[in-house]
């Protein structure tokens, strides 16, 4: 055993164990972008069964009938949601907007959402009470094993809206960043003579190599503005499902310039504009607050290496000298 890790230390063993570990990273690097599946296409895939739907759904209107639902969910999942009355209990409409804003539209996204909220506090605070016993199963009284229940109840309860709200974040961020670049685009097709529809299409497949869930959103527009009976609930649907105050605003200008006809070209100027100056503002801002928060780091991490790189020398000159 000994002579085997006497082996492994040897300088030589180790110089080829760390140009191994660096060939092997090096391919993985170059074949990891080859081996994942494209993000936009997959969206868009999505967006395609989005859009069946809303004709599906358009055509049962038309029909006079309910609306369509998503008949695929019919199980365990819906009538457990049904008997426990859940859509009531966790307002079903705010959740299921909060899901879109998401990028989860389905109907089974909030059958499962409501079904986490039940199954999380419970599933936590079990686990939770299960963890005080076995790990403290001598010292633990009443008292705690009811405050671990308690503390797992609560974190299940909010685990999956914090979950959720994540997700938005990220989502909001991602379409924040490419919405003045997508106005700028839309601009430039609309003062080229193109119809609103047309633009956004162009625009949503320009901008999907920056963000995937801006060229998302901006299809899903196109095919409400040409299933749905009222255009303006299609652009206010797109500002419902980004949650943002910039695409709002724009939203608003569409809205004006389908009802009264004023120039859309003229509206996108001015708003694109605000946009980039926004972006720009928001820059300006977390660079401005750039240096206070690399006080902490400096200190800790930069101040010592240069405190030992000046008076290291010092150090050793005077040891040698005194001792």
């Not at 063993?13 to 599946?37: E, G, K, R, Y």
Request: charged share 25%.
């Amino acid at each position: 055993m000994l002579h085997a890790l006497s082996e492994l230390l040897r300088v030589d063993t180790l110089i080829t164990l760390l140009f191994s570990i660096a060939a092997f990273a090096a391919v993985l690097s170059f074949a990891a972008p080859l081996m994942q599946d494209d993000p936009l296409k997959a969206r868009m895939k999505a967006v395609s069964v989005e859009r069946d739907r809303l004709r599906a759904e358009q055509k049962i209107k038309g029909l006079g009938e309910s609306k369509l639902r998503d008949k695929r969910n019919a199980g365990a999942a819906r009538r457990f949601v049904d008997i426990l009355n859940l859509r009531k209990v966790f307002e079903a409409e705010t959740s299921r907007e909060l899901l879109r804003q998401a990028g989860l539209r389905s109907e089974r996204h909030l059958i499962l959402y409501l079904v986490a909220r039940v199954g999380f506090p419970i599933g936590m605070g079990l686990l939770a009470f299960g963890y005080v016993s076995i790990i403290y199963a001598d010292t633990a009284s009443p008292q705690m094993l009811i405050a671990a229940t308690a503390f797992g109840l609560i974190a299940g309860n909010y685990l999956p809206y914090l979950l959720l709200r994540n997700l938005v974040t990220r989502r909001q961020a991602s379409i924040r960043r490419a919405w003045p670049d997508s106005l700028d685009l839309m601009l430039i097709c609309v003062e080229a003579g193109m119809a609103i529809e047309p633009a956004m299409q162009r625009v949503a497949r320009e901008i999907g190599a920056i963000s995937v869930p801006l060229a998302e959103e901006m299809t899903l527009t196109v095919a409400e503005l040409s299933f749905l009976q009222e255009r303006r609930k299609a652009f206010e649907n797109l500002g419902k499902r980004t949650g943002l105050a910039q695409v709002k605003s724009v939203v608003t200008s569409l809205i004006q310039s389908e009802r009264y006809g004023t120039p859309l070209g003229t509206a996108l100027r001015v708003l694109a504009q605000e946009n980039r100056d926004m972006r720009m503002s928001e820059a300006e801002r977390k660079a401005a607050a750039l240096p206070p928060r690399l006080t902490v780091p400096m200190m800790l991490f930069f101040m010592p290496v240069i405190f030992v790189i000046i008076m290291g020398p010092v150090f050793l000159t005077v040891s040698k000298l005194l001792f």
